[in-house]
């Protein structure tokens, strides 16, 4: 079992920056695919980013990419997704994602294993 926990989220202006956190225990998430997802009010889940579990080939949402980062701190068993140039429909509640035996780059949100409570992030314009 994994437990997961989001911190690093709040309000900023637009064209700002936050960088969220993701910390697991119960387990090392060295053998888990990460993912981030998000989802704003009345809307469904979304896909944002996710990483392999040796931290390369990251794949994000067309509507992040060039200003979103995930990486990976195996070490210390967090995942970080960099937010820039922060615009106002990226307001939502921010979700971490471990996935054991799925392909890293999946989309799905049923398909991945475990997740934590969110965190909010909201932008102001």
């Known amino acids: 079992q994994v437990q997961l926990v989001e911190s690093g989220g709040g309000l900023v202006q637009a064209g700002g920056s936050l960088r969220l956190s993701c910390t697991a225990s119960?387990?090392?998430?060295?053998?888990?695919?990460m993912a981030w997802f998000r989802q704003a009010p009345g809307k469904g889940r979304e896909f944002v980013a996710s990483i392999n579990r040796i931290g390369g080939s990251p794949v994000y949402a067309d509507s992040v990419k060039g200003r979103f980062t995930i990486s990976r701190d195996n070490a210390k068993n967090t995942v970080y997704l960099q937010m820039n140039s922060l615009k106002a429909e990226d307001t939502a509640v921010y979700s971490c994602a471990a996935g054991r035996t799925i392909r890293a780059d999946t989309k799905n949100s049923d398909l991945w294993d475990y997740w934590g409570q969110g965190t909010q992030v909201t932008v102001s314009s």
């Open positions: 119960g387990r090392t998430i060295s053998s888990y695919a």
